[in-house]
């Protein structure tokens, strides 16, 4: 059975620095699309990043220079790096994998930004 396993989320002051990874079983995340969304509460998801089987990545303009997305096919491990959070980015963070018809994600990680 697919399993996305995010890991890393914590309670961070505003500033600091968070490092999300997503370790998957069964699929390979080098060859799906790999991607992670956050659900602040009382908001509906929302797309962060994308990761593609060649390397290019996509980010939401608002997140662009802060975040960056990165993987691991050795570990078969998706990555989330954060830097300078502030309160607005607390939230639950999903990562999840496409590829053909399949979507597949994780439980997700909460992250709580104190300011």
Not at 10 to 38: D, E, F, K, T
Not at 46 to 74: C, H, P, Q
Request: charged share 15%; aromatic share 8%; with cysteine.
């Amino acid at each position: 059975q697919v399993q996305l396993v995010e890991s890393g989320g914590g309670l961070v002051q505003a500033g600091g620095s968070l490092r999300l990874s997503c370790l998957a079983s069964v699929i390979n995340v080098s060859a799906h699309i790999m991607g992670w969304y956050r659900q602040a509460p009382g908001k509906p998801r929302e797309w962060i990043a994308t990761i593609r089987s060649d390397d290019t990545t996509v980010y939401l303009m608002s997140v662009k220079g802060r975040f960056t997305i990165s993987r691991d096919n050795a570990k078969n491990t998706l990555y989330l790096q954060i830097n300078n959070l502030s309160p607005d980015d607390t939230a639950v963070y999903y990562c999840d994998a496409r590829r053909d018809t399949h979507h597949y994600w994780g439980q997700g990680t909460q992250v709580t930004v104190s300011s």
